[in-house]
């Protein structure tokens, strides 16, 4: 079962503009990352923020969680056309046993 | 230090054979997951396996097994295969529970 909702579920931008994605839980948590996926291959890992955490920034990326509201965004600064790619958002429902519950992913396309 | 390797990268099947899928996890990583992504349900979590020991499983049915070895090498097997087990199954390991996950390129399973 899902976890995460993305949103928007695609995304349509030129290079250099800002991109901004969205993601609603619904569980406590104790971390929610967001990965990146390039179309047939495996998931890469951008940014992991803690539930104490309000605010992370990696390079170009900024994640934002608030926990009150239970929904996280990833900004991505400046987009080039090689941020082309699916985005999900991931959850551990607070367990500590190894699993994380993926969202259906924002799919950004950056047009060069 | 080489990342998750995968094998196959491709496979094609007839419903009602076996298959057996392998991954070597990132050196040190002795947690190993595996998931399942299709464009009808997503990223859905099959089993996550510490140590040699089987920790979580999702909801599949028992056609869907795995193990892991003791150099944390995982394989998961599908019996009886159904055309619905056509995916791109992925293997992730980690450090820690539940945080950074480094997945594999994964392997596309085709049912005919």
Known sequence: SQQGEEDPQALSIQEGENATMNCSYKT?????????????????????IRSNEREKHSGRLRVTLDTSKKSSSLLITASRAADTASYFCATDRGSTLGRLYFGRGTQLTVWP | KAGVT????YLIKTRGQQVTLSCSPISGHRSVSWYQQTPGQGLQFLFEYFSE?????????????GRQFSNSRSEMNVSTL??????????????QVNEKLFFGSGTQLSVL
């Open chain 1, 28 to 48: 406590s948590i104790n971390n929610l990352q967001w990965y990146r996926q390039n179309s047939g291959r495996g998931l890469v890992h951008l940014i992991l």
């Open chain 2, 6 to 9: 995968q094998t196959p990268r």
């Open chain 2, 53 to 65: 020991t089987q920790r979580n499983k999702g909801n599949f049915p028992g056609r869907f097994s």
């Open chain 2, 82 to 95: 159904e055309l619905g087990d056509s995916a791109l199954y992925l293997c992730a390991s980690s450090l």
